[in-house]
């Protein structure tokens, strides 16, 4: 039998070996923790350059960049660190209150409404609304140009548009979710103008030399701030010393200068930071009602008039449709089914860009006399409400063919015994009982195309769901305002529901 020799260690050897062991062990714990660093979630644009454009690499550039990059290095973060989040200028404040990012740098405007939600670091730009047309527009020369039913695109949810609804009643207001979607629409011809801040504009500008211009003065006085949680006054005091120290040290100048100088613009004076910045005892009591209630009852109205007008065409197309899909021609049934896999699998918001943007400002197809005052909001109505009914229609379509099946093979057998043509037969013997049938289901299709209306507000029309995001952005009345709109589309379902429940069963075909 073979005895295992094991070596015998020595006290002292026994000792070196346990202090290399923990040597090692504290090396590689020491590697962990340099390699796992902090972490800073900063909210910005992707889509404004010389102020916050996200390059073919994926990287962003800009003033807004470099000041939120500069701001981030006082705080003891490396450029590495940052984690960049896209910040529509409708989604602001959630992302804060949310704390999905530590602060905003993204051209954001201080005012009163906003200071009453969110708290402000700054300002470190002060800027003007100006507009932006293309370069052989001659015909708009200045903001007063505008007042004679001229076409106007801006942000929804913005202060230059809120501005333009309130100080100009005689413009065309066009309002999309991104500056660059207006952009497009003035570079087609269907928008005659773009308004925002005027460093906004410039970036635009420079990116296409030629295509664009800037008219008129600066009409308002705009301060950028970065935004924060409201009450954070440590952080808000943190963000003030760095923006200080940017402005001594001449990187602010220097960042400018490197931006948004090729644009044409002269770098101003950096702003004084505002003492009274972060709204303490700014907070303003708004009448919701007194103030909204006859803009609520319109933006209603509408979304009323949207589903009427769906709702008839979805009906209409759906019943083709469903014809189309049990007619004994094979091409007909093939399009009737590609329509509805195609449609139905769709996601609405991509239908309703498509008519806007596809049919309305690239085939120039309005639906509207594009001399008309209303031109811009009527064809907004007409597009959404055709979007509404493509889509709506695939449903329709799908509930009927179901209540076609419920009729008894042998009440078709017959009718073709008779002599009926397929036509007949559809409209005498399966329709009738079809649409008895599913009187249920159709109600519930209805009430989803009550609330896809909301979707409409994505191209501009003033129906509930935009007049919301209005009065969220101008109100800290969070609660209140989503009370409010629920309410109202519970006003407006839940009637739809117990009248076709009450049909459904006064109108049931007895088998």
Known sequence: MERSIRPQLTPQAFRRLAAVTVLIAALLTLSACGGTSKKITIGTKF????????????????????????????????????????????????????????????????????????????????????????????????????????????????????????????????????????????????????????????????????AFKLVGKPFSVEKYGIGLLKGDKELRQKINDAIEKMQKTGEWQAAFDRNLGPAGLSAPAPPPLDADINGAGGSKRVDLWGTYGGKILAAFWTTIQLTLLAGVGALILGTMLAAMRLSPVPVLRWLGTAYVNVVRN?????????????????????????????????????????????????????????????????????????????????????????????????????????????????????????????MIENTAALLAVGSIFAAGFVVLTLPLGLLFSWLGKRYAVVR
């Not at 602060?103 to 708290?119: E, G, H, L, N, P």
């Not at 769709?346 to 509207?368: A, D, E, K, Q």
């Not at 209805?446 to 994505?458: G, R």
């Open 47 to 210: 889509d404004q350059p010389g102020l916050a454009a996200k390059k073919p690499d994926g990287t962003l550039a800009g003033f807004d960049i470099d000041v939120a990059t500069y701001v981030a290095g006082q705080l003891g973060y490396q450029p590495g660190d940052i984690e960049w989040k896209e910040a529509p200028s409708g989604q602001r404040e959630n992302l804060i209150q949310n704390r999905q990012v530590d602060f905003i740098v993204a051209t954001y405007s201080i005012t009163d409404a906003r200071k009453q939600k969110v708290s402000f670091g700054g300002p470190y730009l002060v800027t003007g609304q100006s507009l932006l047309v293309r370069a052989d527009n001659n015909e708009i020369t200045s903001v007063e140009s505008l007042q004679n039913h001229k076409k106007l695109c801006s942000v929804s949810g913005s202060t230059p548009a809120q501005r333009i609804k309130d100080k100009y009643p005689g413009v065309q207001l066009q309002q999309y979710d991104t500056y660059s979607a207006c952009l497009e629409a003035v570079k087609t011809g269907a928008i005659d103008a773009l308004s925002t801040d005027e460093v906004i504009l410039a970036g635009y500008a420079a990116q296409t030399p030629g």
């Open 346 to 470: 769709t996601p609405l918001t991509l239908i309703i860009l498509f008519c806007s943007f596809g049919i309305g400002n690239t085939l120039r197809i309005t639906l509207v006399d594009p001399h008309s005052p209303t031109a811009v909001v009527d064809s907004n109505f007409r597009l959404a409400a055709l979007g509404l009914t493509v889509y709506t229609a695939s449903f329709v379509c799908e509930t009927l063919r179901s209540g076609i099946n419920t009729v008894p093979l042998g009440q078709a057998e017959a009718a073709r015994s008779l002599g009926l043509s397929f036509g007949q037969n559809l409209r005498m013997i399966l329709l009738p009982q079809a649409f008895r049938a599913v009187l249920n289901p159709l109600g519930s299709v209805l009430i989803a195309l009550v609330k896809n209306t909301t979707i409409a507000s994505a191209i501009g029309v003033a129906e509930a769901a935009l007049l919301m995001k209005e």
